[in-house]
Nanobody, 125 residues
Framework: QVQLVESGGGLVQAGGSLRLSCAGT????????MGWFRQAPGKEREFVAA????????RYADSVKGRFTISRDNAKNTVYLQMNSLKPEDSATYYC??????????????????WGQGTQVTVSS
């Protein structure tokens, strides 16, 4: 099993920045990719960004390209999401997820086996 714990959410004004962190514990050696998803009230969970765990291979949703950056620290079993130029529409609960399938950097939530509890991001206008 892999346990994931997110941190770093909060309230920020439009145009501001936040950095989310997701620390993994347990069988982290089994992780092949990690991703970030978000879900706003009344909406479906959507893909934000993902990274291959052992190489520089990343993937982003079109809505966050150029504003968000996903990175990882393998030694700390931690993945980060740097969010710049935040917009009110970025407000959501952000979830970290881990995949152990070794099938690639997926954007579908169904591909991810392990999930964190979520951290709230609110962007005021």
């Amino acid at each position: 099993q892999v346990q994931l714990v997110e941190s770093g959410g909060g309230l920020v004004q439009a145009g501001g920045s936040l950095r989310l962190s997701c620390a993994g514990t347990g069988r982290t050696f089994s992780i092949s990719a990690m991703g970030w998803f978000r879900q706003a009230p009344g909406k479906e969970r959507e893909f934000v960004a993902a990274t291959w765990w052992s190489a520089d291979n990343t993937r982003y949703a079109d809505s966050v390209k150029g504003r968000f950056t996903i990175s990882r620290d393998n030694a700390k079993n931690t993945v980060y999401l740097q969010m710049n130029s935040l917009k009110p529409e970025d407000s959501a609960t952000y979830y970290c997820a881990a995949d152990s399938s070794y099938r690639g950097v997926a954007s579908s939530a169904d591909e991810y086996k392990y999930w964190g509890q979520g951290t709230q991001v609110t962007v005021s206008s």
